[in-house]
C-alpha cells in the first residue's frame, strides 16, 4: 500500500472524489514553488503531481511548456526537484506525490539510482508519458519493485485491443486524458468522458482519474462526477505563471477542489 492507495481508500469511505492538482517544480522559482507545493493540501488537494522540467515536453501545450522553461532557466534540476520533494516531507508525511515528465532526466541519471532517491525523497509515484508499455522493463517493473506506483495515461484513442496492454503494469490509478491532443487545448465535456471512463473501469479496478482541459470549479464538478476524481494543471500553471501571490493561486485551487469535492 503506497500513500496513493491510502489516500483513494480514504476518499471511498468518505465518499468523496479526488482532487488532484499539478505544479511545475522549480515554477517561477524554487522558493515559490515550494511555497505553492506546501500550500496545495491545505487548498483542499488529495495528490499532488509535481512535474520535472524537461526542455522537450511533447505532450504539454504551451503554458506548461513555458512553466517549463522558466524553472529550467531558473536552474531547475531533477536534483533540485527531489530536494524539494525532502523539504515538503519534512512538514507533509502523509499527502501523495506523483512526479509527472519524461523519460529523458531519468535515463540520464541512471534508473536505478533516480529510482533510490525518489523513493528516498518520499515520492509515491511516476507518470513518463514517453514510455510505452512495451518498454515496461525499462522503469516501470522496476518502479514498481522500488515500491513506486507507475501511473498509465489511456485517452480516447486507446482502442479495446490497446486498453489491456495499457493496464497490464499500472498501479496507483489510472489517468484518463479527456481530449486528443496537448495539455490546456481544449474542454472536458463530461458526457463524453462518461462513458470512456466506464469502459475503462469494466477492466480495472482502480481507480480513474481525469485530467486536460478542466479549469473551473464547476468543470472540476461535473468531470469528478463521472470519474473517481480529477486533475487541474494547465489552469493553475497559468495562475503561477501570471504572478500572482502564493496566497491568490492557493485560493483559486481552493476554488477547484471545492468543485470537485462537490460531486
Do not use: W
Amino acid at each position: 500500500m503506497t500513500r496513493i492507495d491510502d489516500t483513494f481508500a480514504r476518499l471511498r469511505a468518505a465518499r468523496k472524489k479526488a482532487f488532484v492538482s499539478y505544479i511545475m517544480a522549480g515554477d517561477p522559482d524554487m522558493a515559490t514553488s515550494l511555497a505553492v507545493m506546501k500550500g496545495l493540501p491545505g487548498a483542499g488537494v488529495d495528490i499532488i503531481e509535481l512535474g520535472l522540467p524537461f526542455t522537450d515536453p511533447m505532450a504539454d501545450g504551451p503554458t506548461i511548456q513555458a512553466a517549463g522553461q522558466r524553472a529550467l532557466e531558473g536552474g531547475m534540476t531533477v536534483a533540485a526537484t527531489l530536494q524539494m520533494v525532502r523539504d515538503f516531507r519534512k512538514d507533509d508525511a502523509t499527502t501523495p506525490i506523483v512526479l509527472m515528465g519524461y523519460y529523458n532526466p531519468i535515463y540520464a541519471r541512471g534508473v536505478d539510482r533516480f529510482l533510490a532517491e525518489a523513493q528516498s525523497a518520499g515520492i509515491d509515484g511516476l507518470i513518463v508519458v514517453d514510455l510505452p508499455p512495451e518498454e515496461d522493463a525499462e522503469l516501470c517493473l522496476p518502479a514498481q519493485k522500488a515500491g513506486l506506483n507507475f501511473i498509465r495515461l489511456a485517452t480516447p484513442t486507446t482502442d479495446a485491443r490497446r486498453l489491456p496492454k495499457v493496464l497490464q503494469n499500472t498501479s496507483g490509478f489510472v489517468y484518463y486524458v479527456s481530449v486528443t491532443g496537448i495539455t490546456g487545448a481544449a474542454a472536458a465535456v463530461a458526457t463524453e468522458v462518461a462513458p470512456e471512463v466506464a469502459r475503462i473501469k469494466s477492466s480495472t479496478n482502480l481507480p480513474v482519474i481525469v485530467g486536460f482541459g478542466i479549469n473551473t470549479p464547476e468543470a472540476a464538478r461535473n468531470i469528478a462526477a463521472v470519474a473517481d476524481g480529477c486533475v487541474v494543471g494547465s489552469a493553475i500553471v497559468r495562475e503561477i505563471g501570471s504572478g500572482k501571490p502564493v496566497a491568490e493561486v492557493l485560493a483559486f485551487v481552493s476554488g477547484l477542489a471545492a468543485g470537485a469535492h462537490s460531486a
